[in-house]
């Protein structure tokens, strides 16, 4: 589980940097 949140928190960064 704590794996998937840490790729969870990437994706959302990543997501907020292509939207920027």
Same mark, same amino acid.
């Given at each position: *589980? @704590?794996? %998937?949140?840490? +790729?969870? $928190?990437? +994706? $959302? $960064? +990543? %997501? *907020?940097?292509?939207k @920027?």
């Amino acid at each position: *589980m @704590s794996k %998937l949140d840490r +790729y969870n $928190e990437t +994706y $959302e $960064e +990543y %997501l *907020m940097c292509k939207k @920027s």
